[in-house]
C-alpha cells in the first residue's frame, strides 16, 4: 500500500548538536515527529508528519493512571552511499504487535508501522549523526489521551515516533568498547512469568530504576536481574539480553515469558550460529557463572541491545566478591559481534543474512 502522510514542516528548525561526543542518548531531539490516531471502530488513522512538540493530554488520561503504554527501539545509520540504514525494522514491527496484545492495545499493520518509521526518518535524515558509534534512534510509543479512572483498555490511542541524535549507551563505548562492573541483584526483580517482562512496556522500566541506583551505589553501571521464584536463575543485563561464553560454547537465557526478546539478541544468535559456534537457550544457574568464573572457563559476557549492541561485562560483583571475567579484558566474541553488526548497520560491511538491512 501506498501511504502518503501529510507533511506539516517546522518554521523554527533547531540547531543540530555539532559535537558527537557530548550526543548523550536523549538529548537532541529532532524537529518532527509522526502522529497518528486510534479511534474505537475507525481503526489506526490520520497518520502525518508534525514539527516535534508537546503533546497535549488531559490529566485524567488512563495511560497516566493505570500505565498502558508501550514502545519500540530502533536506529537508522548513514551508509557509505550516502542513504540510511534500518537494521530488521520488521521484527520491531511484530514485537510491537506482541506487546500490543500483552497490553491490550489495538494490533497495527506491519506495513503501517514501517511506512511510518521509513516516512520520518526521511524528513529528519539530516539529525543523522555519522561519527563512530553515533546514530539516530527511533522511538515509537502509543499511549492513550482517553479519561477515564476505570482500570480497562482504552479505546482510544495516540502512536508517535521521535527521533533523536545519540552516541553509544554506555558512556565511552563509541569509540572502544569497555567491560562494565554488574551489581548481580539478589532482592528487586524485573519480571515475572506471566507478567509483561516479554513486553517492550513503560512499568518493567519503572520497576527497575530502583535496582539500577542501587547498582551506581555499589561502583557498577548496570544490574543481572535473577528470575523471580528461586534468585537463582539469570534472566537480563539492565535494560539488556545476558549472553555467556564458558568452556568455548555460548549461552543465553532461554525466553521464558519473563525475558525481552530482544532484536540484538535474536540476531547475535543466528550470527554465532552462522559462524559455526555452539549457542545453547536455556536456563543458566548463577552458581553455573561463578564456578566457570572460578575454575576459568568462564571466557566472556556481554549484554546485548538495540540501544548499546554489544556492551561486554568486566566484572560481576555479587555479595561484596567481585568476579572478573575474561581478566576485565574486552573478549574477542564481543568484538567480533560489535564490530560485525555494527559494520553491517553503518553499510560498511555487506548484509551477511541478505535482509538484515532495510535501504531508506
Ligand atoms: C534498547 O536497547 O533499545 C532499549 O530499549 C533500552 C532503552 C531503555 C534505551
Known amino acids: 500500500m501506498d501511504y ?3 507533511v506539516t514542516r517546522t518554521t523554527t528548525p533547531k540547531e543540530k548538536p555539532t559535537d558527537c561526543k557530548t550526543l548523550g542518548f536523549g538529548k537532541y531531539f529532532t524537529d518532527h515527529m509522526f502522529i497518528m490516531e486510534y479511534d474505537e471502530g475507525q481503526g489506526w488513522h490520520d497518520g502525518r508528519i508534525v514539527p516535534y512538540g508537546p503533546i497535549s493530554l488531559d490529566p485524567g488520561s488512563t495511560s497516566l493512571h493505570y500505565g498502558q503504554l508501550m514502545f519500540e527501539g530502533l536506529k537508522a545509520y548513514r551508509n557509505p552511499k550516502g542513504t540510511l540504514n534500518l537494521f530488521r525494522p520488521d521484527m520491531n ?3 510491537l504487535n506482541r506487546t500490543n496484545e500483552r497490553m491490550c492495545i489495538p494490533p497495527m499493520d506491519e506495513e503501517l508501522f514501517l511506512a511510518a ?5 526521511k524528513v529528519d535524515e539530516d539529525w543523522t549523526p555519522t561519527d563512530p ?4 534512534y527511533i522511538r515509537p510509543f502509543i499511549v492513550s489521551p482517553e479519561v477515564s479512572f476505570s482500570v480497562l483498555p482504552a479505546k482510544k490511542y495516540l502512536f508517535i515516533i521521535i527521533l533523536c541524535a545519540v552516541g553509544a ?9 569497555h567491560g562494565s562492573r554488574i551489581l548481580v541483584e539478589e532482592n528487586y526483580i524485573r519480571a515475572a512469568v506471566g507478567g509483561t517482562g ?6 518493567n522500566y519503572a520497576s527497575g530504576m530502583i535496582a539500577s541506583y542501587k547498582a551506581h551505589d555499589h561502583g557498577c553501571e548496570e544490574v543481572l536481574w535473577l528470575d523471580s521464584k528461586e534468585h537463582k536463575y539469570v534472566e537480563e543485563v539492565g535494560t539488556s539480553n545476558a549472553f555467556f561464553k564458558i568452556n568455548g560454547k555460548i549461552v543465553t537465557p532461554e525466553l521464558t515469558g519473563s525475558i525481552l526478546p ?3 539478541r535474536d540476531s547475535v544468535i543466528k550470527l554465532l550460529r552462522k559462524w559455526g559456534y555452539e549457542v545453547e537457550e536455556r536456563r543458566i544457574e548463577l552458581a553455573e557463572v561463578f564456578e566457570a568464573a572460578e575454575n576459568g572457563t568462564l571466557e566472556e559476557a556481554w549484554a546485548t ?3 548499546c549492541v554489544i556492551s561486554p561485562i568486566g566484572v560481576l560483583v555479587y555479595k561484596d566478591k567481585d568476579y572478573p571475567i575474561n581478566n576485565e579484558v574486552v573478549g574477542d566474541v564481543s568484538q567480533k559481534l560489535y564490530d560485525n553488526l555494527y559494520g553491517m548497520q553503518i553499510g560498511k560491511l555487506p548484509d551477511e543474512m541478505g535482509d538484515w538491512i532495510v535501504e531508506i
Open 133 to 136: 558509534g553515533t546514530s539516530l
Open 198 to 203: 516479554a513486553a517492550k512496556t513503560a512499568g
Open 262 to 264: 530482544g532484536v540484538t
Open 93 to 95: 514491527a511484530k514485537r
Open 4 to 6: 502518503n502522510f501529510p
Open 169 to 177: 549507551y554506555y558512556e565511552g563505548n563509541e569509540s572502544k568498547l
Open 117 to 121: 518509521v521509513k516516512a520520518i526518518v
Open 305 to 307: 541491545g538495540t540501544a
